[in-house]
């Protein structure tokens, strides 16, 4: 009875639907991978390099191992066991998680990325890659006109790949959240093994497998914990977006109560809770040094929100801020717990786009787009840079934060000013940090105009409102210029030759080290 069930109709769509649930979550796999190593090594290039080539390899050797083993074991019982396996590791990637990427950190940006990934993703896509010559056997010796079925597996297959995709992308990611993401995908994995032992082998027993995992499944997640120091760190909020995964945090002591926004684990602005101040320097650069140049300015777009400090400090000095955002959940929480309130137009938009495609003009354009983890080469292209010159006014200035190195392997950061200086006539570097030849690394302010050079006009001091524990460096230093000497080598960044990812990977990494010698590590896996 069994086989004759095996050959019915209902087996055949069985194998149907088992070729495109499949094929659908390899892609989920593969794509929330960047979700589940991203806090611990960012999204670069060399992330998303060592998921797609791992996916590959992994699927490769499974469909060679998938031949051999359904020559052997024909039956579609060892094909249904196999995905239930699948589903069963999927299950205990965010248990394994933590342990395998504290041991793989050590061993670098580009390696750590790989291994991590070929230990957490490797082998579930190794047993799924055996699905697709499973299917192609069982085929073969149930069914007629094998090369129309064979190709039609397939279709299926890469048809569900593709939803899987566009699913997880534009839908999943922002509803559910990375756990919650692989629990349902071990699950259906799981059932779509138990469905087969259930309607077509009776063995009732299956039905346990489905709902086991709903019983165990109870994965670790940070909410607050007392450092050594007998400060409390928490987390205050949680939210998936499409961008990436977004924190806030907030440290507490006796004397003491700071709130972090934190994208992918990179801290991306900082408040003083007790009088609303930033507490990054940079922040200051950003706010003053535009304005020194040209304080008759009313009007200004902010690229890259962050916690919302930059575009509130002018909003509070009488200049309109619109601001861009491609990501509506950072300025959602810039809004809800960094007090953010601007009067100007929000947009959720790329920055790039919107540089060329608004027709609006403005005073002051600040550039803050960049983690320090991932810089936009988009953004700093000779093209982009065009697009932002048309956006400003004939006295409007522009500034941009990057994470830079201006001694020693500067290529890149000496590349961008350079780019900068084919646009702009007046083009100043400003380091928000001091410059020494054993470390020039940080962040660098570049600010651009047009015309001949201006002089820093004087205005209101009341304006200058710094935290007390940053007021003297800013005073003493604000202003202070860096010259590149003569013959540093550069280049001209265009959008069709822009390698920034590749020269400056081991400023990634000496970023990702110093995240993560200085982050709680509870903090960046929960």
Known sequence: MPVQQDQSKAFVFYILLTAVVCGALVMVIEVMGSRVIGPFFGVSLFVWTSLIAVTLVALALGYGFGGYLSDRYSSPRYLYLIIMLAGALTLLVPFLQKPVLQFCVPLGLRSGAFISTLILFGPQLFLLGCVSPYLVKIAASQLRNLGAVVGGLYALSTIGSTVGTI????LLVALLGVDKIFLVTGILLISLSAGYFLLFKRQWVAAAAVILPFALYHPYEFTSKILADGSELSKVAHMESFYGTLKVIDSKSTDKHSRYMMIDSLIQGGMDMKNGLSIYFYNYYLQFLPYMLHPAGTSCLVIGVGAGLVPAWYEQNGVTCDIVDIDQKVIQLAQQYFNFNNKGEVFTDDGRYYLASSPKQYDFLILDAFSGDLTPAHLLSKEALTSAKMRLMPQGVLAINIIGNLVGENFMTASVVKTMEEVFDQVEIYPAFHVNDSNAIGNVIIVAYQGEPRDFQP?????????????????????????FPAGTHAITLTDNYNPIDFYDFWL???????????????LLAG
């Open 167 to 170: 699913i997880t992308g534009f």
């Open 459 to 483: 205005v209101d001091n009341k304006i200058f409102t710094i935290h007390p524990f940053f007021e003297k460096a800013i005073r003493d230093n604000l202003g202070t210029r860096f010259y």
């Open 508 to 522: 990634r990494e000496l970023v990702r080290k110093m995240i993560l010698d200085t982050i709680d590590w509870d």
